[in-house]
């Protein structure tokens, strides 16, 4: 177990190495100068060639980029050239907004997909699963921020006053406000994989319950709900985990989207306006946290992985990428 | 919008029907193919049955449905029905576009990974693909595609409009998608008998990859792009949503959203609702057409998945839960 997460972390390096030199050679070929933008359209080039000595624009790329490098590895991401704030500070204000989008839709996704998905293959052909059906294939259709934007016009337009659609109030600081100004957004990020979920739990449950050692354990006389609830759901879940892992990363680039919709301060807005307004630095910075929160989050799925099912951790050793 | 769909390995090959007539004997997929030639049919003849032009504004700005333009009218007096006839084109054209960009060098990448699996070149080739499967999607379409927007970029004697920047993003990180499913594909099928056959042989590289690989794994690479096209359109609206893609006043679904946007909060429920209509019915389409080609092609993996027959197994018979 120890050496798959350290193997693995070994092999992230490289990639987010790859991954800083690609964002930063890209933003800085991209058209658009962000000395320009920051001196306002009507300065004098000398002006302009100022700005562009401050951010020390006017180095070789080389340059630039070893010195960037240097300093994220001592932990400095450099500073804002909007605002001046260090990067760091700007994304450690940002990160938690994200974080508690992302958790309350995966709270969500987790509570009402997985039972949902049991009742549906309990009830084969029943109602329970025809409404599964036929929400799951809403959910997939209709992408995350329209749903959100269905929600808006419904609480903005056609019931206003009932739920706050607009804004972040932080949940530690104030649970009421927090959970009700997050209920919202969470719900139309958690629409899409709440029905991936059902769908995989159900799909799971109905070949689990196929296996002899179900048949087997109802012949001893153990109690169908436990059969159900202990030795059926618990290895229907192994392949909704992976997806679970998945999802999460597709809450993260779905919340760049949903923050825009609802106004909500975090990273994905201020990944938007970032490279809006040419803020290299806290671009490359949010880009670089997403891509972490990415990496790891796909380790964590793999080592829960084997933690449920021993059988797999031999096959890691065999397969590789 | 799941990146990547696990397939089972290809079942063998020899089927008693064309592909066509089995993937119509299935209901939902035969609503798939008339969803999806129904989209092909009004991007190609669109632009001509268009009440009016969907760029230019009229007098009456935000009229609601009926009388002369069915769909209502935008902020700018833009006939909806116009801007979505002409979005159908644009969504369509980025769609199979990009699953193009990403499917031929993606399945080729990851064929030549599979073959050579374990080696230097495959552990290039695919860590180069983790670089961009690092970032999710959407947001490294949108930076892509945000850091030229508004103006159009030369290749040497080539001008590249927007659109087909668009394309090209949304393209590219489809690649490392096909990679995957292709080199999985491959590890599975090295391990056959025709394919130790052809090696002990000594078939060439170049005719192992295509003459021998490439027909025993196609099906899971047409499944993966039936799905691909509703990722395409889906990421296509989301960066124009953002104002990073399709720049206006050329209509696109996505940027038709960013418009409906700002007008949501005065009950201008057309703007939003037909570009919905439209977007879903694109993604119920290849969806449901990704779901038919994996019964038709692949039934093994189909088995268990949504209003398929249960898994053939044998104990399934005996077991038939209580309620």
Known sequence: MLRLATSRLGQA????FLMSVLSFLLLHAAPGDPARLQAGLNSSPQAVAAIRRRLELDRPLAVQFGRW????????????????EPVTHLLAQRA????QLTLVALIIIVGVGIPVGVLAALHRGGLADHTVGAVSLAGIA?????????????????????????GYVSIPADPAGGISHTLLPALALAAGPIAIVARLTRAGMLEVLGQEYIVAARALGVPWRQIVLRDALRNALLPVLTVVGLVVGFLLSGAVVVESVFNIPGLGLLLVNSFAQRDYPVTIGVMLVVAVAFLLINLITDLLYGVLNPKIRASYRAGGG | MAAVTEVAPAPPAGYEFPLWRRLARKRSTRVALILCGLLILLAVAGPYLTPYSPDVGGPDALAGPGGSHWMGTDQFGRDVLSRLLAGARISVFIGIGAVAIGMVPGSLLGMIAGLRGGSWLDSTIMRVMDVILAFPVLVLAAVMSGLTVGQSVRFGPVKVNQVVIVLLVIGLVLVPVFARVARAQVLAAVQEEYMVAAKVCGTRFRALLLRHLLPNIQAPLLIQA????????????????????????????????????????????WLLVFPTAAIAAATVGFNLLGDGLREALDPRAAAGRLGAQPPPTAASGDVRPRT
């Open chain 1, 13 to 16: 390096v490289p990639v987010l």
């Open chain 1, 69 to 84: 490098l240097t300093q994220a590895l001592r932990g400095d991401l450099g500073t804002s050239y909007t605002s001046g």
């Open chain 1, 96 to 99: 938690p907004v994200t974080i």
């Open chain 1, 142 to 166: 209709i992408p995350n921020f329209i749903i959100g934007l269905l929600l808006v016009l419904l609480f903005g337009w056609y019931f206003p006053g009932i739920m706050p659609y607009q």
């Open chain 2, 226 to 269: 039936a799905f691909s096209l509703s990722i395409a359109i889906v990421a296509e609206a989301a960066i124009s949503f953002l104002g990073l893609g399709v720049q206006p006043p050329q209509a696109s679904w996505g940027n038709m959203l960013g418009d409906a946007q700002q007008e949501l909060l005065l009950g201008a429920w």
